[in-house]
């Protein structure tokens, strides 16, 4: 489990495929399935025991008849050339606690993806916001550029003295906001209803299936310097996951990430 935020949380949960899952699928069309990583022998195809194409094959017979790449040719050729279907064919699942706020953002990943998120209709939500901390709030609106979402209005940035303030009261909303929602509980308000109160800031959990291709093209944007910050510490944490488990994909994809 990776702690992320002051709350929240990522946790892998499960995966299936492999990046030799990925060869096998591409060669479905050709009966060849996987034949291996590394530089192999042209004529026996025996693995030669590295990358290279200078290595000679000690089979006799076989000595000078070179080597050829192994499936990491393909493999790149697939990335590369934007044959995306094969990496359809391994993923994984996992639970994370976030804001709501950035679960709206998530959600906007729909397909391949699949989600199941607690439901306040329910069962009450945990009294737990997210709170930035003053350097979070001053160095994003310094960072900001021209990103207007990450700027204030007409690109201001506060004080230590007007963040902090604003933070008070901030938590002084939350406490509103969840006293408005237990009594809405307890004088018998439809839980559905109750919830009206709740913040945007409000953790809530949920689980998140869905492809590598899908997971791929996840990071490819909410890993990107304009993506929000809350945001894209959820999106290294699924890296790393993704480099652990698929790691000559991964190798790819980090090639080229923004």
């Not at 399935?33 to 022998?41: K, T, V």
């Not at 933070?167 to 408005?180: C, G, I, N, P, T």
């Amino acid at each position: 489990m990776t702690k992320i935020l002051d709350h929240g949380y990522l946790q892998f949960i499960e995966k299936w495929g492999s990046d030799e899952a990925i060869i096998e699928a591409a060669r479905m069309s050709t009966a060849k399935g996987f034949l291996g990583w590394g530089a192999r022998c042209k004529n026996c195809k025996r693995p030669l025991g590295g990358e290279s194409n200078w290595i000679s094959c000690p089979n006799e017979g076989c000595e000078d008849a070179g080597a050829e790449p192994g499936d990491e040719k393909l493999l790149r050729f697939l990335w590369e050339n934007k044959h995306s279907t094969p990496f359809e064919m391994a993923g994984l699942t996992i639970e994370v606690k976030a804001p709501i706020l950035v679960f709206r953002e998530w959600h906007r990943h729909r397909v391949p993806f699949g989600y199941n998120e607690m439901s306040a209709r329910y069962v009450p939500l945990p009294d737990e916001n997210y709170c930035p901390t003053v350097a979070r709030i001053i160095e994003g609106a310094m960072k900001a550029g021209g990103n207007k979402q990450a700027q204030g209005i007409d690109g201001k940035v506060p004080t230590d003295e007007e963040t902090q303030r604003w933070l008070d009261r901030l938590m002084e909303s939350y406490a509103l906001s969840q006293a408005v929602y237990e009594e809405g509980l307890a004088i018998g308000v439809p839980k559905e209803l109750a919830r009206c109160p709740v913040p945007v800031a409000r953790y809530s959990r949920m689980r998140a299936t869905g492809n590598l291709r899908g997971w791929l093209a996840f990071l490819q944007l909410r890993t990107a310097p304009g993506a929000q910050w809350e945001i894209r510490q959820y999106a290294e944490a699924v890296a790393l996951l993704i480099e652990e488990r698929f790691p000559r994909t991964w190798a790819l994809w980090d090639e080229g990430r923004p």
